[in-house]
């Protein structure tokens, strides 16, 4: 299909950059994820503290049952951080969809064009 390819077309064109934004937000996922490493609230924090030794060797549900927790944040701190994990982790899934408009028939680009510019900013907006 014709506009298959202008849409591969236009994503290539772009790539540079969609891949740097793409970087810093997967960086800063890995950053926020290893904050919460060891906390033990969550499965995958002890796995993260566990590290790729651990896979498929260590039940980390057990683990975390022995083990203290690593307190490195403050527990009221923890909400909005988990928070900011979940909009990271959405926004790298959201792939090359996240870059693309799909209009439809009498759509404003320009409230197209805001409503996506605010999806993609959630990733810095997140407060803490």
């Known amino acids: 299909m014709a506009s298959d390819e202008q849409l591969r077309i236009a994503l290539d064109a772009i790539r540079p950059r969609t891949e ?3 970087s810093a937000v997967a960086a ?3 950053k926020v994820r290893g904050l919460l490493a060891g906390t033990g609230n969550v ?3 002890q796995s993260m503290a566990l590290g790729r030794f651990a896979q498929g060797r260590v039940n980390s549900e057990r683990f975390a049952s022995f083990t203290p927790k690593a307190r490195r944040i403050d527990e009221i701190a923890e909400v909005p951080i988990r928070a900011a ?3 990271l982790q959405a926004v790298l899934a959201e792939g090359d969809d996240l870059f693309v408009l799909h209009m439809e028939p ?3 680009l320009s409230c197209q064009v ?3 510019l605010a999806s993609i900013g959630r990733a810095l907006r997140q407060r803490m």
């Open 20 to 22: 740097l934004f793409r």
């Open 43 to 45: 499965t995958d924090d």
């Open 85 to 87: 994990q979940e909009i």
């Open 114 to 116: 805001r409503h996506r």
């Open 106 to 108: 009498g759509q404003q």
């Open 28 to 30: 800063t996922a890995d």
